[in-house]
């Protein structure tokens, strides 16, 4: 196991967050991905341009053009398609989703996995509160015609343990956060307030950028938004985060998407925030033949929590009021 050197063991722990610089290669891991998504990004074009919803299928332009021009054409922002996760309400039998092999590989990565093992020990859970995060440039994002406020932009002040299940406050959540492609400042990389996560779980307010498809913010009078720090991340590096950290992104102002996946790992036996979604054994010395290396079952556990979900009524996830006064 490579997984952190104890210096950088204590320093997550005291900071909160941690940026692991060449964890992996991006060549190796990242390039097949990216290939998967092509015939992603392949697959939504087709299907939107037969319904007639865009003009063209645009085979000609890369993929970040291309994810630009078809959510332009069509006017909205289809998330969904590529994201290895379901959204928290109003699941239906054929809600898009991608559960590919190659998005398995890097869930399942030993570099990756390695260091959850440093952090959490040598049982993992692959926590499926989990996502790819394609933002076009700020500027070129459809905008919603019933809010007039772009569909998709910068993330707003939260720390994970607030947008999951109040069930799962004790467990111990890790979050690895990485790009595609380099994300720097102007590319709408993170923020984070270094020593934040040691103030508890403070309160997120519904609604403030529900237009943006992120319903929950932390007021900015809770906590020193001045102490805050962007973290460039290039491809192969990757950020860690504790579920208390309060941390936002930038908005993108540069001229191509920035690419990004979350993902999460929690020691087995702790509840996930999400119970209704499937996660998997990622590494386990107890029980090694619980790990699951298959990456088809994988993507049938999540369309049969679809198929589930599509006949339940939806889960609660959220336990804010906007009508607490840190709200007002
Ligand atoms: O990538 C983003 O914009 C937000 C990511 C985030 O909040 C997270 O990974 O926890
Ligand atoms: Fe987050």
New binding site residues.
Partial sequence: MTGLSEQQQKQFQDDGYLLVEDLFDPKEVLDPLIDEYEGVMDRLAFELHRDGKIQSRYENLDFSERVTQVYQDSGKVHAGYFDFSLPQSGIKYDTPMWHGPRVFDVLSNTDIVDVAESVLGPEILSNPVQ?V?I?PPEKLVPVNPDTGFSQLG??PW?Q?NGVINETADQSEIL?V?FPVWDADEEA?C?SVVPKSHTDGLLTHCPGGLKSQGFGLSIPENLFDTESAVPVPVKRGSVLL?TSRTC???LSNNSDRI?W?L?LRYNPIGQDTGRDAFPGFVARSAEAPESELHDADTWARTWRDARFRLAQEQDPVYNRWNSDDPACA
Avoid: Q
Wanted: aromatic share 6%.
């Fill in positions: 996502h995060r933002k910068a993330t939260h994970d979050t956060w709408g993170l985060l941390h936002n992104s920035r990004s979350d």
